[in-house]
């Protein structure tokens, strides 16, 4: 069993930045939302010492899963390079106004999703993709639960490669940052933290 979580919202999802590789701290409302999930992790989970805590070693992920490890007793968080965000080159850190400056004629052919796989100096699709399901095939025949926390992105197409869905009814999936999605038995169930509001 995997229990999935996004990082809690940064300064960079307030500004409809692409994050990518690059990182942006933690928002007050992104802090309580890891710890909201770290409570829920509490609860669905019996004894900690059964469990990994893995994530990403991008700040965002690293503190988030560090919040979930204080709240829940879980141990250190493992951080795996393949649990990042899809890399974006240059253009992380830009807005999709940004983007459209740079490259004129990527918005009218592309949409928000199709533009994290079209930097000219990002990670490209297949690599992406290609690392999430190394982690995943490896964490599904190691058998032990888990705990991941990663990003949205990598998120949606994690998800969708345990449900083998193509890369658009992926990208289609929600990505909430105060919720955890249960991977079990090859279904997926979505389970909401207490909803917190905007400080």
């Known amino acids: 069993m995997i229990y999935l979580v996004r990082h809690g919202r940064t300064a960079f999802n307030v500004g409809g930045r ?4 690059s990182d942006s701290p933690l928002t007050e409302l992104g ?3 890891a710890a909201a999930v770290g409570v829920l992790l509490k609860s669905l989970i019996p004894d900690p010492a059964d469990w990994t ?3 990403s070693p991008l700040g965002r992920a690293a503190h ?7 709240e829940t007793g879980l141990n250190s968080p493992l951080l795996d390079d393949r649990l990042r965000e899809i890399g974006m080159g240059s253009w992380e850190g830009l807005t999709e106004e940004d983007i459209a400056m740079v490259s004129p004629d990527l918005p009218k ?4 999703y199709n533009i994290l ?7 490209g699709l297949a690599a992406f993709t290609a690392r999430l399901r190394s982690w995943l095939d490896e964490a599904l025949s190691d058998g032990r639960p888990r705990v991941a926390v990663s990003h ?3 998120g949606k197409v994690l998800r969708g490669i345990y449900l083998g869905l193509d890369i658009e009814e992926a990208l289609k999936l929600d990505s909430p940052q105060d919720a955890i999605f249960k991977l079990d038995g090859g279904a997926i169930e979505k389970i909401a933290a207490l909803a917190i509001a905007e400080p």
Do not use: K
């Not at 988030?64 to 204080?70: D, E, G, H, K, L």
């Open 31 to 33: 802090l309580a939302q």
């Open 64 to 70: 988030t899963a560090r919040i979930i490890q204080a």
């Open 152 to 154: 949205g992105v990598a």
């Open 53 to 55: 805590l893995a994530a």
């Open 109 to 112: 052919r592309a949409d928000r």
């Open 18 to 21: 692409f994050q990518g590789h």
């Open 117 to 123: 796989f079209s930097a000219p100096d990002g990670e």
